[in-house]
């Protein structure tokens, strides 16, 4: 029984499409996020939610918008996708108070992500 | 601006050699440092240190935090293919993980 499950794990699109991905969590846990790793391996932080309220957006496009309907969900839509939109999305869930990030991340298996 | 950095970026050793991977970082209001182990797929957590000078152990994997050079080191002894992977240090300030670029070892038979 996955811990934290995101879907799709591949995605390959045209420039220009707006594409979404699912992640879900069933360890009951505060807090998700949504990483980004490059073509370097570089995992660099997007978003942060504590029972659905935004605590963390880095400096992200506003093409990419995340969006928590309950607590054990965080799902990510992108409008208007680039070729360097291209990497690894990564869902993530703690058990931190207010997203504050210092205990141990559980990671989804990731979200490859193709623009064509 | 928070930074972790990584050293060495890229590491090829025999089975059975030891390896010592390093890790330093600048950030404000530290919390906690974190290591990961990155396979093909999803980061799976290491340790997680927060006190100087105290090692943390599972195994043939070790680590330390010095607060005061603001540097973590990890050990793996008697390496074995199994470990080859992309090692992850993040350093938690207030309210996220900044993590490091990552160190990729390999263990050649």
């Known amino acids: 029984d996955t811990a934290v499950s995101q879907t799709p794990k591949y995605l390959v699109t045209q420039m220009g499409n707006d594409k979404s991905i699912k992640c879900e969590q069933n360890l009951g846990h505060d807090t998700m996020y949504w990483y980004k790793q490059d073509s370097k391996k570089f995992l660099k932080i997007m978003f942060s939610y504590n029972n659905k309220e935004l605590i963390i957006n880095e400096t992200v496009p506003n093409r990419f918008s995340p969006k928590s309907p309950d607590k054990a969900h965080l799902n990510l839509h992108i409008n208007s996708l680039e070729l360097g939109d291209s990497a690894v999305y990564f869902c993530?869930?703690?058990?931190?108070?207010?997203?504050?990030?210092?205990?141990?991340?559980?990671f989804g298996e990731g979200s490859r992500l193709t623009v064509l | 601006e928070d930074k972790v950095v990584q050293s060495p970026l890229s590491l090829v050793v025999h089975e059975g050699d030891t390896v010592t991977l390093n890790c330093s970082y600048e950030?404000?209001?530290?919390?906690?440092l974190l290591w990961y182990k990155q396979e093909k797929k999803a980061p799976t957590f290491l340790f997680m240190l927060t006190s100087s000078g105290i090692e943390k152990k599972s195994g043939r994997l070790s680590s330390i935090l010095d607060k005061k050079e603001l540097f973590s080191i990890l050990n793996i002894t008697a390496t074995q293919t199994g470990d080859s992977a992309i090692y992850l240090c993040a350093v938690a300030p207030a309210q996220k993980l900044v993590f490091g670029q990552g160190t990729r070892l390999t263990i050649n038979p």
């Open positions: 993530a869930s703690s058990q931190d108070l207010r997203g504050r990030g210092t205990g141990e991340l559980f």
């Open positions: 950030v404000t209001n530290f919390r906690s």
